[in-house]
């Protein structure tokens, strides 16, 4: 799923996407802002061999999974990303074990999208999104 697909309004007729509408368009601002930080901060778990498989966890409430790396509150944006991995996912559950493979060979190259796991109210899903 990419991030577009995460905005678009519900409609019978192909209407065009409620941008404007949903709260998720602040995302995209923020991820736009943010993506120079996430990008190396991504190129650096890679690096270092401490993840081959970087998650970026958006949210605007507290989760328990990841470090912040980047705090809304302290930014003055609308959400807060941490960092977290596939093997963290893996080990809380988040991942099952026998879904891993299948994430892995979704996972788009890391130098061009950041893995994005975005927790909304509804729920959550996860969102490739291409660095600027």
Known sequence: MNIEELLAEPSGNGAE??????PLE??????????DAIKEVSADLI???YSAHPIFVAHQHSVKIGEVILDK??????????VSTLEEFVENGIIKEDRKDYFVKQFKP?????CLFVVV????????????
């Open 110 to 114: 890391a130098d061009q999208f950041m």
């Open 121 to 132: 109210p509804e729920g959550a899903n996860f969102v490739f999104y291409p660095f600027k």
């Open 17 to 22: 996407k409620g941008k404007g509408n949903s």
């Open 47 to 49: 690096a270092a061999e």
């Open 26 to 35: 602040s995302l995209k601002i923020d991820l736009d802002f943010y993506s």
């Open 73 to 82: 509150g302290e930014l003055n944006t609308s959400w807060t990303i941490n």
